[in-house]
């Protein structure tokens, strides 16, 4: 067998399944994107007189897709050089990008539903400076994949040990290995069973997946709304404001059944997202696996962590877990989905991870020094709730017009609900400094905790608007590399005490963390 090098010397084509991922990916982005055109056709009075033309043209676009699909695929060609990672791709326009390998942050592997039904894998290479993946390889055979993963790896590594000698680099920079060395070191620590998944997702904020009904409802009226007021000639608008009040009933009812799919939905989306998550110890760092219709696998490396997050409430703490959710440097601000996820986790596995990354054996024996943003924070939210319930108030009684003690009590009852989630997010609102690290706390149900080694803050903002300026009050940004954390409604003078010291302590810091 040809060794890894002189494998991917010369430009490579991808897999030749390598079309039909492209293919399939292609056609389902054209549908999305013109599914309210494709539904005309079958919306006119002669849907049937015109079908098998609709039907004709549908055969044509799916043949000119994979024509351009296949074409695609012979011109996308890579390999690797000496100091370099070469690709070659376009069909009108030609493009020749070239990434040094000194520029590679992450090398990922993944799988979504159409490469696992094609048995094929894919590979992104992350740099410094971009907000997502430069280069993504489609589908390569996983073997290909793994050993071009591994390959990139030492490149990256000896040419980072050749700029400088007296660093130590023993740390490959991938999120998921398969090397027969990284094998034999893989323990499995953690695997989440089916059951404790089903407690995570009924644990979730379902807010989430009403949120996903309602952009679905909102994209369907959106879509075929002008489509039937001009067939029916009805304006939906109209009816719609004339028959509210006496379907009030029947909206409440609606509003039940959003929920409960929201519920459901999300429990769905948890299971799809994190299905058979496991979390393995790998030589001097940790990897996490999960998901269903996409295979995620993560490196969480030490010195690439940022924000350290535990994530709890109610719920999750009568069932004895938490979720973890890990920041590591990147070119992008991160988000909740970009970051690395372990859901469903004792406090015995998060104290392993949090000694692993941070070298502190237990995380709820460091002395911090807290700063409360308590008062200055529920005066202005419950001003903000005020103006919001009264516009809410004035909208049910004097233009709808409904006078009920069902409606009085419900907006009694929303009232009281809303002031507890204020109450309960300032209660759970501060930020806390100790001599090595700072922890920034939020959240009203759900509680949010976020560890920062103060060495990794790249920079810090203290922000005022007029408000704030006059109350003597403002908001404290740290910024990572990963993103930034903000804290909300400190005392000034407090707040700027706090980042000197921040400052200083960065100042004096020599640890390198990159």
């Known amino acids: 067998m040809m060794s890894q090098q002189a494998k991917f010397s010369e430009p490579t ?21 013109n599914i309210a055109v494709l539904a005309i056709p079958l919306l006119s009075g002669k849907a049937r007189d015109y079908l098998h033309y609709f039907i004709l043209g549908i055969v044509i676009l799916v043949i000119i897709q994979f024509v351009f699909s296949y074409i695609s695929y012979k011109r996308y060609k890579f390999h690797v050089g000496s100091n370099a990672f070469f690709l070659t791709s376009g069909i ?15 090398i990922n592997l993944q799988q979504n539903l159409i490469q696992q039904v094609l048995n094929v894998v894919g590979l992104e290479i992350e740099t410094a400076g971009n907000d997502k993946a430069e280069v993504t390889i489609k589908a390569l055979d996983k073997d290909d994949a793994e050993h071009l993963q591994e ?21 490959p920079n991938t999120n998921t290995s398969s090397s027969a060395k990284q094998n034999a070191s893989k323990q499995l620590l953690f695997k989440l069973s089916f059951l404790d998944l089903l407690k995570v997702g009924i644990s979730s904020n379902f807010f989430k997946g009403i949120g996903v009904i309602l952009a679905f409802l909102s994209y369907i009226y959106n879509s075929f709304g002008d489509l039937v007021s001009n067939k029916f000639d009805i304006d939906l608008e109209t009816q719609i404001q004339a028959y509210l009040p006496s379907l009030l009933s029947v909206i409440i009812g609606v509003v039940f059944i959003v929920i409960v799919i929201g519920v459901v939905l999300t429990v769905a989306l948890t299971i799809i997202q994190y299905f058979e998550l496991k979390l393995f ?22 010195k690439k962590t940022q924000v350290f997050e535990i994530e709890t ?8 877990f938490s979720n973890v959710y890990i920041s590591q440097a990147s070119s992008e601000e991160l988000n909740i989905k970009n970051k690395i996820g372990v859901v469903g986790v004792s406090k015995y596995h998060i104290n392993l991870l949090f000694e692993a990354l941070f070298g502190i054996k237990d995380y709820q024996s460091i002395n911090f020094r807290s700063i409360k943003t308590q008062w200055l924070r529920f005066k202005v939210l419950s001003l903000r709730l005020l103006v919001l319930f009264s516009a809410l108030s004035f909208f049910q ?49 759900h509680t949010t905790t976020a560890f920062v ?5 790249q920079s810090i903002a203290v922000k005022q608007n007029l408000y704030q300026r006059r109350v003597g009050m403002c908001n404290l940004i740290l910024y990572t590399a990963s993103g930034s954390l903000k804290i909300n409604y400190l005392k000034h003078q407090e707040a700027r005490q706090m ?16």
């Open 453 to 457: 080694e103060l060495f990794k803050i």
């Open 281 to 302: 110890a790998v030589d001097q760092n940790y990897m996490v696996q999960y998901g269903l219709l996409k295979r995620v696998n993560k490196l969480i490396k030490a």
């Open 92 to 106: 009108f326009k030609v493009s020749q990008i070239e990434i040094p390998f000194e520029r590679i942050q992450n």
């Open 151 to 171: 390959l990139l790896t030492e490149q990256k590594v000896a040419q980072a040990e050749d700029l400088a000698t007296s660093v130590e680099v023993n740390e």
């Open 499 to 514: 980042a000197n010291e921040i400052l200083f302590k960065i100042e004096s810091n020599t640890i390198e963390w990159m």
């Open 397 to 445: 009684l004097f233009v709808i017009q409904q006078y009920s003690a069902f409606i009085i009590v419900g907006l009694a009852l929303l009232l009281i609900f809303l002031i507890t989630l204020v109450y309960l997010s300032t209660r759970k609102s501060y930020v806390s400094i100790s001599e090595t690290m700072i922890k920034v706390g939020g959240g009203s149900i």
């Open 313 to 320: 409430n109610p719920l999750r703490r009568f069932f004895k």
């Open 13 to 33: 084509l991808q897999s030749f399944r390598g079309v039909f991922v492209i293919f399939l990916a292609d056609l389902v982005k054209r549908i999305r994107q």
